[in-house]
């Protein structure tokens, strides 16, 4: 792409970041990957264009310009969608975008763009945005090599007697083995474990998980995150108050 040449693209906002006193640093997720973009600060008022592009997880229709040093500069945009009306999806949203952020540098963005996407979409038509989270953080944590072991115990390989979860050794673990006090327990919160780390979230169509278990992983899922990629995910309080209402 020469300088000075235009191209239309797409993608979700994962952060912004304020450059000097009047730019931002835009980074989007699209089919080509990462798009790092600069731009100028968003008016604010009568005329100011469409705000929700600069919202985190908002997908957009970008034109960019070739800048300086191979660069890409924001000509216009616009939103592609509205943004769900609840508190829930919203920091949902905010979430995924902050976490997919963070693991992309161990991750290929060409392969999350599409599931990105896809549970992006269904929160917005009214898919469990809890369920949505877990799906998204399991294959986070899949694709940069630090999945959950849930075909049987992590330790002896048993697929039978399967009774708990070690989030901090990161699999399940059988009776015969000793099960530390951390441990999360429950039939039902072990077959949502499994269901994320061996199901495909481009395959989800709106199923709705526990509460109450979903919450366990999702603390569980996000302190494994933290200790694989070595960052902490913003927004986890925020959506944990949405989740309990």
């Given at each position: 792409?020469?300088?000075?040449?235009?191209?239309?693209?797409?993608?979700?906002?994962?952060?912004?970041?304020?450059?000097?006193?009047?730019?931002?640093?835009?980074?989007?997720?699209?089919?080509?990957?990462?798009?790092?973009?600069?731009?100028?600060?968003?008016?604010?008022?009568?005329?100011?264009?469409?705000?929700?592009?600069?919202?985190?997880?908002?997908?957009?229709?970008?034109?960019?310009?070739?800048?300086?040093?191979?660069?890409?500069r924001l000509v216009e945009g616009s939103s592609l969608d509205?943004?769900?009306?609840?508190?829930?999806?919203?920091?949902?949203?905010?979430?995924?975008?902050?976490?997919?952020?963070?693991?992309?540098?161990?991750?290929?963005?060409?392969?999350?763009?599409?599931?990105?996407?896809?549970?992006?979409?269904?929160?917005?038509?009214?898919?469990?945005?809890?369920?949505?989270?877990?799906?998204?953080?399991?294959?986070?944590?899949?694709?940069?090599?630090?999945?959950?072991?849930?075909?049987?115990?992590?330790?002896?390989?048993?697929?039978?007697?399967?009774?708990?979860?070690?989030?901090?050794?990161?699999?399940?673990?059988?009776?015969?083995?000793?099960?530390?006090?951390?441990?999360?327990?429950?039939?039902?919160?072990?077959?949502?474990?499994?269901?994320?780390?061996?199901?495909?979230?481009?395959?989800?169509?709106?199923?709705?998980?526990?509460?109450?278990?979903?919450?366990?992983?999702?603390?569980?899922?996000e302190g494994h995150f933290e200790r694989s990629f070595g960052?902490?995910?913003?927004?986890?309080?925020?959506?944990?108050?949405?989740?309990?209402?």
């Amino acid at each position: 792409m020469a300088r000075g040449a235009e191209r239309k693209s797409r993608g979700i906002l994962l952060r912004k970041t304020l450059y000097k006193e009047s730019s931002l640093v835009l980074d989007f997720l699209g089919e080509e990957g990462l798009l790092v973009v600069s731009s100028r600060l968003p008016r604010m008022g009568k005329g100011a264009g469409d705000a929700l592009l600069y919202e985190e997880g908002q997908e957009s229709a970008l034109l960019l310009r070739e800048g300086r040093a191979g660069g890409l500069r924001l000509v216009e945009g616009s939103s592609l969608d509205s943004p769900p009306r609840d508190f829930k999806g919203l920091s949902a949203l905010s979430f995924m975008a902050r976490a997919s952020w963070l693991a992309l540098p161990a991750i290929e963005g060409k392969r999350l763009y599409p599931v990105l996407a896809h549970l992006r979409k269904k929160i917005l038509e009214g898919g469990d945005a809890l369920m949505c989270a877990l799906l998204l953080l399991a294959f986070l944590l899949k694709e940069g090599g630090c999945g959950w072991m849930v075909d049987g115990c992590l330790r002896c390989g048993q697929a039978s007697g399967i009774i708990a979860l070690s989030p901090e050794e990161g699999g399940f673990l059988c009776g015969k083995e000793e099960t530390p006090g951390d441990a999360l327990r429950g039939v039902p919160l072990l077959r949502l474990a499994r269901t994320l780390f061996k199901g495909d979230p481009l395959r989800y169509e709106g199923d709705s998980a526990s509460p109450e278990d979903g919450r366990r992983l999702l603390l569980a899922l996000e302190g494994h995150f933290e200790r694989s990629f070595g960052k902490k995910i913003p927004g986890l309080k925020m959506f944990m108050s949405a989740i309990d209402g």
